[in-house]
């Protein structure tokens, strides 16, 4: 019998299909439609931090520079309060296989893919991680389908995106290429069931423990080089893996002191679904369109359970402009020689205001740097945006316009970040979680979970379901 | 080669109203299983070996994006910064 495969019925035998691609049965870990087993699941996953070292190693991933930028430090010294400003390093995840962090998340997933026999992987993205996935499956033998939103409907691309597209066909991939719409995720999971490859998801506990290098190695790089932590480790922030990943390493080296402080794009009033705002965003990821209702809901994925949880890692969450990450782009080319993409400098953009804060004996790490080419670097983007109706002009970073203006400083002192009030993720997750799994009543381990995936005190959460009219069993 | 995956009133509830108005779109490439000309129905099988059909849309598609002609609000940035970095060295 022939399958039906509209979205309805696709949608319905979600939870089968993401097990079997994924070889995992979620139900062990699953409490209640609220909560389960986070660190438990983490476990499972049994790739230790020694274990994802080894695997990367064998195909050339993580243990990539800690470059120190003395001349923006120098710049930020200078715009700074006597005595202020703290010395600015990156780590130039640029020099992965394929030219981004992302080959960390990719090469676990794919590695367990190859081990447990599955002929091909899979994976629903617009990002760099199709280019890492598609690498890494190169490397071990394996077949490869990425699946993308490229495309508006009248079949203009996004230049970033068209540009990773050509870079995952160029490791040999297929790339499926949709216009927008959430349903790349239909598409997906179409394809994982047609061909029963293995769903590299962004969002499992391998693609995770895959970072998990990268905080490590940090905290090591700086204990070598400077004897101390970073005060804080800047983390451009979209899906919410990086944060997580980068966080759960540093605690694993004991990194204890340091600040995860949370950076994206202000893209504030675009829709991320919509066919007419898609091509009026110039930056394609590390923007609040998925910041933030990832930080907020992070079970709206491709896996029954997200291992990407930003809200229980992160200390702050910051934004910046895209007029300033495109300024930062420039700056780290002309002063620094180090010519790199622009999404990836979101968090060198926020860690040039951050430092500011701090004395010139603390250390900031920005944690990524990402590849540059033809339609991923600021002249396309910026020429795409003016194609597309977007005022170019110099001028103060605060009168910008996501979709509307960007303005890209005039003065280096210009650059700032604005403060997303942590409590407004908080309140925003708890109300999502009400909401999204229908529960009218919770019981203490529910409120237990909640507390510890928003990284609040119970009493904060049982506060505010109060409010929400939830109530709690067991109290009188 | 181009298929139309869900017209717009099969799409997902979820699109804002502008979206739902298309079609949800999708292009693959593929080396082409038999003769057809742009606008035909065509057999592709494609680099992870799948065998799909659809509208054949371009032949020996390539890639034209590229970084377009300079952008002067991006141009004075270097000049600018140099220039602040010979003013003397900071305080602390």
Redesign the interface.
């Known amino acids: 019998m022939a399958r039906d495969l509209?979205?309805k019925a696709v949608m319905s035998r979600r939870k089968e299909i993401m097990e079997k691609a994924l070889g995992m049965d979620y139900s062990e870990f699953i409490r209640s439609p609220l909560a389960f087993d986070y660190e438990s699941m983490m476990e499972k996953v049994g790739y230790s931090l020694e274990r994802v070292r080894a695997i990367q190693s064998e195909v050339g991933v993580g243990s990539t520079p800690l470059l120190e930028l003395r001349?923006i430090t120098?710049?930020v010294?200078?715009t700074?309060r006597?005595?202020?400003?703290a010395r600015i390093l990156v780590k130039d995840e640029a020099a992965n296989p394929s030219g981004s962090f992302k080959d960390r998340r990719a090469s676990v997933s794919v590695y367990h893919a190859k081990v447990h026999g599955y002929r091909?992987v899979l994976a629903a993205t617009s990002g760099n991680y199709g280019a890492a996935v598609a690498s890494q499956a190169a490397i071990r033998g394996l077949?490869?389908?990425i699946v993308q939103e490229?495309?508006d409907?009248r079949?203009v691309?996004q230049?970033e995106i068209?540009?990773k597209s050509?870079k995952c066909?160029a490791f040999?991939?297929?790339?499926?290429?949709?216009?927008?719409?959430?349903?790349l995720f239909?598409?997906a999971l179409m394809l994982l069931e047609?061909?029963g490859?293995f769903n590299a998801s962004l969002y499992s506990p391998f693609g995770i423990a895959g970072i998990e290098t990268l905080g490590y190695e940090i905290a090591q790089q700086c204990r070598e080089r400077y004897g101390k932590d970073p005060a804080y480790v800047v983390v451009t922030h979209a899906g919410g893996g990086n944060v997580t990943g980068t966080a759960r390493g540093l605690r694993k080296a004991g990194a204890l002191r340091t600040k995860v402080i949370g950076a994206s794009v202000d893209l504030t009033g675009l829709?991320m679904?919509?066919?007419?705002d898609f091509n009026r965003k110039s930056f394609t990821t590390g923007h609040t369109g998925f910041g933030v209702p990832f930080a907020t809901w992070p079970d709206r994925t491709d896996v029954p359970r997200n291992a990407a949880r930003p809200l229980r890692y992160m200390d702050r969450y910051v934004l910046v402009t895209q007029g300033e990450v495109?300024?930062v782009t420039?700056?780290l080319?002309?002063?620094e020689g180090l010519e790199r993409g622009p999404a990836g400098n979101t968090s060198l953009a926020a860690a040039i205001a951050l430092a500011r804060e701090l004395p010139?004996d603390e250390l900031v790490v920005v944690q990524e740097t990402e590849y540059t080419g033809?339609?991923k670097?600021?002249?396309?983007q910026?020429?795409?945006a003016k194609q597309n109706g977007v005022i170019?002009?110099?001028g103060d970073p605060r009168e910008n316009v996501p979709g509307k203006v960007i303005v890209?400083p005039e003065e280096?002192s210009q650059l700032h970040v604005t403060e997303f009030p942590m409590e407004k993720l908080r309140k925003s997750y708890l109300k999502n979680a009400v909401e999204r799994t229908g529960v009218k009543e919770v019981t203490p381990e529910e409120v237990r979970f909640l507390a510890e995936d928003s990284r609040q005190s119970e009493d904060e959460v049982l506060s505010y379901l109060e409010e929400l009219g939830v109530k709690v069993l067991g109290k009188a | 080669m181009h298929n139309i995956?869900?017209k717009p009133g099969?799409?997902?509830p979820?699109?804002?109203a502008?979206?739902a108005?298309?079609?949800?779109?999708?292009?693959?490439?593929?080396w082409a299983l038999g003769e057809a000309r742009v606008g035909e129905r065509v057999k592709i099988r494609?680099?992870?070996?799948?065998t799909v059909e659809g509208t054949l849309a371009v032949v020996n598609p390539g890639?034209t994006?590229?970084?377009?002609?300079?952008?002067p609000?991006?141009q004075?940035?270097?000049e600018?910064?140099?220039k602040?970095?010979r003013?003397g060295?900071?305080?602390?």
């Open positions: 509209s979205y001349n120098e710049l010294r200078k700074s006597p005595g202020m400003g091909g077949d490869c389908i490229t495309f409907s079949h691309g230049p068209v540009e050509r066909e040999g991939a297929e790339v499926v290429q949709l216009t927008v719409g959430p349903e239909y598409v047609e061909t490859f829709h679904a919509s066919d007419t495109f300024y420039q700056a080319a002309e002063v010139q033809a339609g670097h600021p002249q396309a910026l020429n795409f170019v002009r110099r890209i280096f | 995956i869900l099969e799409r997902s979820d699109v804002p502008d979206t108005r298309t079609p949800l779109q999708c292009w693959m490439k593929g494609t680099p992870a070996g799948r890639y994006h590229s970084f377009g002609p300079s952008v609000e991006l004075g940035i270097g600018e910064l140099r602040l970095l003013e060295k900071s305080s602390g």
